[in-house]
Structures are given as structure tokens and as C-alpha cells.
């Protein structure tokens, strides 16, 4: 640990750290040396938390980091909330994990929360994993937009990301999306982008096949042109539900307000009932 004497004299810029000294800060930051320096040669301030509200703020993010639909409490949304909008350092790691917990806060502050992300992730441009984490944080903005039913932001947002693609699966991510934005009735929608989901499911990479699945169902939801549901659609909604942590479902189950037309659609049968209910071709 630093003496009081030494902290000032690094903070009056009179005496230098030592690697002993700074490891145990930025472990306390959650940066690493690379997003350490990047931080230091933007000149950047900021304003620590409290240890209460970083453990507070941290907790949900770990919550959030395991299930993103993690039930959570008012106190833990409210946490979220003031961890996501303080000034702090965030490491890249970090700003990934406030983007997808970002969607659980209120529209306007999610919305600052990404914009505020961002600016953040501007100081790593040099680091490792920029690239891939700017996809990330722009393709969430243009879910947000299209879940919303917002499609010229949707599609501007999604043609941004270009920019940054930086593998195959992020490609196909947003031909896929961009497919779905176009001015076509749902049906041809659904067979313009069923192929996508059907090779990744026979490629044996299902969880990102329900993850197509159900981000195809939110985005004609938000268009408004969602028919009805399909089997496949529960069937995804199914398996992505019985992956989730035991303690992140919600005590009184399945929030069917989040899920307009499900019970209709279910019947006499239970979710669980669609657990092997796979994409098909035609």
C-alpha cells in the first residue's frame, strides 16, 4: 500500500509508481496496463466510487454477465443505474458487460448509458479487442432500435457496424439483421433469413442459432409484423430459458407480458413441451 505522503506525491506528479505499487491499483481499478496507459495518455480524469457502490454496482453486472434477463430487484436496478452513469475507468471487459445491462435500465438511461459506453471505448482504439468490442457496443444500440420498432435507426446503426467486422459469424449477424429491416412482409422475411438459421443449427452451434431465432421474433415484434408464434421460435425461447441459472428466473415464472401472444400460442402444452422443437428448411 501507498503512504499518504507517496499518493501525493504521485498525484503532484513529483514521484513515480512503482510496478509493485500500481498493480494493486489497477486491480482496484479493473484495468489492465495496456487500458491503464491508454487512459493516462488521454489525459483522463475520473471519480472513484465508493467501495459500497462499486461492490453494488459490480454485483448486478455479474448477475447481468451470467443472464441478462436476471430477475432483479429495484435496489439492484437502482445500483446498476447510478454504477452505469458515474465517472469511473471502465476496462473493455467492463464496458461489454455495461452495453447488454445497459437494455435493463429505463429507455433513456440505457440510451445514455450507451452513447456515454461509446465515448469510453474511444481511449482503447490501439488495444487489443477494440474492434470486436465497438461491433459489440454499436450492434446493441441497433438491437435496442429495432426491438423498439425505430428501423431507419436500426439499419443505420447496423450499416456503422460494418466498419468493425471481425469475423464470420459477425458478418452473418448482420446480413441477417439487415435482412430483417427490409420493407417485406414477414413472410418473406422469414424465408429470406431461415437458411442462416438453419446452417448454424447444423453446424452444431444452436445457441447461436436460438439467439437468430429470438432476436428475428423481437425485431418483427417491434415491427409490429410478428404473425404468430412459430414452433422453432419456442422451441429457441425454451432451450435459451433452461440454459439460464436456476436463481435468475423470476420466483413467479414466466413473465408472459414479456411475451405477448405466448399463452395463446402454447395452449394446453408447457414450454418445456418445445425443448427439442428445431428449425426446418421450408
Do not use: C
Not at 419456442?234 to 411475451?259: H, K, M, T, V, Y
Request: zero cysteines; proline letters at 5%.
Amino acid at each position: 500500500m501507498l503512504s499518504a505522503r507517496q499518493a501525493i506525491r504521485v498525484e503532484n506528479g513529483t514521484s513515480e509508481l512503482k510496478a509493485r505499487d500500481l498493480i494493486p491499483i489497477l486491480a482496484r481499478l479493473g484495468l489492465t496496463p495496456n487500458e491503464f496507459q491508454a487512459q493516462l495518455s488521454n489525459n483522463l480524469s475520473f471519480k472513484p466510487l465508493t467501495a459500497p457502490e462499486i461492490l453494488a454496482g459490480q454485483a448486478v453486472l455479474r448477475k447481468l454477465s451470467r443472464w441478462v434477463d436476471w430477475a432483479l430487484t429495484s435496489a439492484e436496478i437502482a445500483a446498476l443505474k447510478h454504477y452505469a452513469l458515474a465517472a469511473s475507468a471502465l476496462s473493455i471487459q467492463e464496458i461489454l458487460q455495461m452495453q447488454l445491462a445497459s437494455t435493463r435500465l429505463d429507455p433513456v438511461s440505457g440510451a445514455i448509458v450507451r452513447k456515454r459506453l461509446v465515448r469510453d471505448l474511444q481511449v482503447y482504439q490501439d488495444a487489443p479487442g477494440y474492434r470486436e468490442a465497438m461491433f459489440s457496443l454499436i450492434t446493441n444500440n441497433a438491437y435496442s432500435e429495432a426491438f423498439a420498432g425505430h428501423v431507419v435507426a436500426a439499419k443505420a446503426a447496423f450499416d456503422q457496424a460494418h466498419q468493425y467486422v471481425h469475423d464470420g459469424y459477425a458478418a452473418l449477424q448482420l446480413v441477417f439483421n439487415q435482412a430483417l429491416l427490409a420493407d417485406s412482409p414477414a413472410g418473406a422475411l422469414y424465408q429470406e433469413t431461415e437458411p442462416f438459421v438453419f446452417g448454424v443449427w447444423r453446424l452444431g452451434e444452436r445457441h447461436l442459432a436460438d439467439g437468430l431465432i429470438d432476436n428475428r421474433r423481437h425485431i418483427l415484434m417491434g415491427r409490429k409484423i410478428h404473425p404468430r408464434w412459430l414452433p422453432e421460435e419456442i422451441g429457441a425461447l425454451a432451450r435459451l430459458n433452461a440454459s439460464a441459472p436456476p436463481a435468475a428466473l423470476p420466483e413467479a415464472g414466466l413473465d408472459w407480458a414479456s411475451f405477448p401472444g405466448l399463452r395463446e400460442a402454447l395452449g394446453t402444452h408447457s414450454l418445456t413441451d418445445y425443448l427439442q422443437a428445431e428449425p426446418k428448411l421450408g
